[in-house]
């Protein structure tokens, strides 16, 4: 049974930094990409970042420089820091994995950016 469980996030002030990771079970963790997205109040569910399983990291142009994913396979873990928080980035943070048998979601965590 496939598992995506997010820990971390939270309040942060403007300028701030977070770091939160996403562990998994259930499938070959190293053999997949994995990504993270975001999803603000009244918005869609969009991309912050993804990585291959070789630990190459892609970003949407839109979030390029603030943000930095990373993963340990032998831990089965993807992780994700922010930095140069913004109000805007206020959403919850949702760990994904497309697998052949399903696209999975993890339960999200919350990050809110306000002073």
């Known amino acids: 049974q496939v598992q995506l469980v997010e820990s971390g996030g939270g309040l942060v002030q403007p300028g701030g930094s977070l770091r939160f990771s996403c562990a998994a079970s259930?499938?070959?963790?190293?053999?997949?990409?994995m990504r993270w997205y975001r999803q603000a109040p009244g918005l869609e569910r969009e991309l912050v970042a993804s990585?291959?399983?070789?630990?190459?990291?892609t970003y949407p142009s839109s979030m390029k420089g603030r943000f930095t994913i990373s993963r340990e396979n032998a831990k089965n873990t993807v992780n994700l820091h922010m930095n140069s928080l913004k109000p805007e980035d206020t959403a919850v943070y949702y760990c994904?994995?497309?697998?052949?048998?399903?696209?999975?979601w993890g339960q999200g965590t919350q990050v809110t950016v306000s002073s």
């Open positions: 994904n994995a497309r697998l052949p048998f399903g696209n999975y």
């Open positions: 259930g499938f070959t963790f190293s053999a997949y990409v």
């Open positions: 990585i291959s399983p070789d630990g190459s990291p």
